[in-house]
């Protein structure tokens, strides 16, 4: 359920009795009721799609206390779930729970102190007529458009990228996998991560050639367990899903880090907070406000920047209510999804790995038994 729309009429993020108050005080409006506005008017503020019905609170019939809070529906004529199928208010059993969603932030519930921060930046830049929440919008409805318009699909298994990992390790001129008993005593070891280096033994043709500056995303997975189980997960996650290439987003990306590192470096709290290129990375809200001040100013880095600089100099905002609204960050896992295309594009010259999921099952019962676990 929606507990927050769009309002097209009044351009900012509302909830019901806000969009009431609001409805209630514009008299030049001319709808039968509230309810035949919000029809007309609401939007989902993740999905963008129209034609909400409002539900109004409900009751205990036992003690007459609220019991469900009141919400916006949006459904179709024949009564089925109207929002996109990758929207988290969506109720259908196709639901598709991808991971492009984690970019969402909801400014106004985070308790983090940089998302605090982040969240008076978006009042401020409100306040003074840097961006609106209609612009909030449009970022919102373009990263929608991009989603839908995805035709990459992720039809590989997860163990792909931990056996990609595991032979990129050099072999010691063994020819086999070696039991060692005395391997399982180790703080390090993990089943799993035998499984792996049993089975690159089993594909000796499974070699990346490093020299191919496009192959070289592939470090990260030898640099970073976080980074490799990141990427197994996702590629679970999104498995059989049609999604969108996010390497077409590179310079978009690339420019929302720099203006990311700016905003850290004029911002005294953000920059003791957020350390070096790895950090401003991982920040969701530091990407959202940065991508928004870029989108903002159609993707000009200085045209960014000198809006952030401006915002820094008004002083605090007076009205925290406006950074009340969903925040974006477009490139949520890039770097992971640069490995995940990057091997999709090199499968058709690997061998043959459709049943990957059942060979690592056999292999992991095999060493189970042999490792006595």
Known sequence: MAITVYSRTFKKELDMVQLLNHYSSDNALNFSDFKEFVAFDAECPICNVSGAIVVSEGYSKRTNKIVSQSHFSFRTKDGTDAHKVFCDHYSGDDKQIDSSRDGFIKFGTSGSEITSIIRELVCRGIEHDEFNQEDIRNMRQWFTELRQSGTFSVNYSPHMINLIRASMYSRKGESKYIVDEERK??????????????????????????????????????????????????????????????????????????????????????????????????NNPLLAVSALLLFVSDWNETTAINKFIKLCGVGKSKNNDEGNVIGLNPFIHYDVWNVIHQLKDLMVTLPDFSNLDEEFDREKSRLIELYKL
């Open 185 to 282: 005593n180790k703080s390090w070891f993990d089943i799993n991560d035998e499984v792996y280096r049993s089975l690159r033994f089993k594909y000796p043709s499974l070699m990346i050639d490093m020299t191919n500056e496009n192959n070289s995303v592939f470090y990260n997975l030898v640099n970073s367990t976080t980074f490799t189980k990141q990427a197994h997960r996702l590629v679970a996650r999104d498995r059989g899903y049609q999604v969108y290439d996010r390497r077409l987003l590179k310079e978009k990306y690339e420019a929302t880090i720099r203006v990311a590192q700016k905003i850290t470096r004029h911002h005294e709290f953000l920059f003791r907070k957020i350390r070096g290129i790895s950090a401003v990375k991982k």
